[in-house]
């Protein structure tokens, strides 16, 4: 963001989790930049100057919205940005998974909970591997919305019983008729058949952690888990028999970087009438061409590329040691360039 907007004014970078009141004050911000690790919420924002804040996620959880639209700030997110990152993350899981029991992925089916900007690249991925594709999503299905003829939509309970592969793109919500915080609790989670795959890659508080930490133990199931409950301070009983476990990574490959810094950078231009240099974003992008109908070929090319199997086995050793909160913020901070490999019939950039 530094190199985008350095003519937009006088920038000042910080620590997301050190972000204070008075560091907005003191600076007279009016445009605030942020990821997840930024609470956008009144005790941060009650009587300063800021006007405009963008996160570059596509996530919105961290910010309270309702004091946003009280307090008359303009308020954007990166939604969709690292859509494609987070399904190459949970297809690799998928082919890690099926390479594991030694089995070809044809005639097996996925439960996608969430149809969205992640779900729906999941669904079509699916197709392309020969699985047979159920979906659940109740704002969907209000709305009546048409799926493609690939998916079939279906309840979270015959979705649950009648999964080999289970993965759920929702976001957290803690209020509302579409509450999905807890969604998946043990009454749900022992409806899971013997040898499936649970990929959890949305947010934390999605699954009810402890329940899944036992359905683990009682259950010979397979979890690539991306997100935890209480991030930083994760604690999980048995993590070193996790198929994939990492800190909250799943969407941080570097296009989804690029795609999220320019959505941010494009709407502080629209507000602010500002202009900021985004075009040498573009030359970042490495160019992806990927066959999905050759399963061991896309596994081998996910491994080489995203080197998810290396980020397990180094927070699987994080998560013992004695500052492992601190350690979970770092490894994400300086996660280090990663370029996806499959090419999305949704994307634009």
């Known amino acids: 963001m530094p190199k985008l907007l350095k003519d937009c004014g006088e920038i000042y970078t910080f620590d997301g989790r050190e972000l204070t009141n008075g560091f907005l004050k003191e600076t007279a911000c009016n445009a605030l930049f942020i990821r997840s690790t930024v609470k956008a919420n009144a005790e941060l924002l009650k009587n300063t100057q800021v006007k405009f804040i963008a996160?570059?996620?596509?996530?919105?959880?961290?910010?309270?919205?309702?004091?946003?639209?009280?307090a008359g700030i303009v308020f954007k997110s990166a939604g969709g940005s690292n859509a494609n990152a987070v399904a190459e993350y949970a297809i690799f899981a998928v082919l890690l998974w099926a390479d594991c029991l030694k089995t070809s992925l044809k005639e097996k089916s996925i439960g996608i909970i969430g149809y969205g900007n992640i779900g729906r690249r999941m669904a079509y991925y699916a197709k392309k591997l020969h699985l047979k594709v159920l979906v659940n999503d109740p704002p969907l299905q209000l709305?009546?919305?048409?799926?493609?003829?690939?998916?079939?939509?279906?309840?979270?309970?015959?979705?649950?019983?009648?999964s080999d592969i289970i993965t759920n793109h929702v976001p957290l919500q803690k209020i509302?008729?579409?509450?999905?915080?807890?969604?998946?609790?043990?009454?749900?989670?022992?409806?899971?058949?013997?040898?499936?795959?649970?990929?959890?890659?949305?947010?934390?508080?999605v699954i009810e952690q402890n329940a899944l930490e036992k359905i683990l133990l009682e259950k010979e199931i397979f979890a690539a888990i991306d997100v935890w409950e209480n991030e930083p301070n994760v604690v999980f009983k048995n993590v070193e028999n996790l198929l994939l476990a990492t800190p909250h990574i799943a969407g941080h490959t570097w296009n989804a970087k690029l795609n999220g810094t320019k959505m941010v950078a494009d709407a502080f231009?629209?507000?602010?009438?500002?202009?900021?240099?985004?075009?040498?974003?573009?030359?970042?992008h490495e160019p992806k061409e990927i066959d999905l109908s050759d399963e061991k070929v896309l596994l081998k090319t996910l491994d080489g590329k995203r080197k998810l199997k290396q980020d397990t086995e180094v927070f699987k050793n994080l998560l013992q040691s004695e500052n492992a909160a601190a350690?979970?913020?770092?490894?994400?901070?300086?996660?280090?360039?990663?370029?996806?490999?499959?090419?999305?019939p949704f994307d634009n950039f």
Not at 143 to 158: A, F, H, M
Not at 327 to 344: A, G, V, W
């Open 176 to 205: 509302g008729n579409f509450r999905t915080e807890n969604l998946l609790k043990k009454q749900e989670l022992e409806l899971l058949k013997g040898h499936s795959l649970l990929v959890h890659a949305s947010r934390g508080g």
């Open 327 to 344: 350690q979970f913020d770092e490894m994400r901070k300086l996660y280090p360039q990663r370029f996806e490999s499959i090419t999305s």
């Open 269 to 284: 231009k629209s507000w602010s009438g500002l202009t900021s240099d985004s075009e040498f974003l573009q030359a970042e």
């Open 143 to 162: 709305l009546k919305s048409e799926l493609p003829d690939y998916v079939e939509y279906c309840g979270l309970t015959d979705l649950l019983k009648n």
């Open 55 to 70: 996160t570059a996620t596509a996530g919105t959880d961290h910010v309270d919205e309702e004091f946003l639209k009280r």
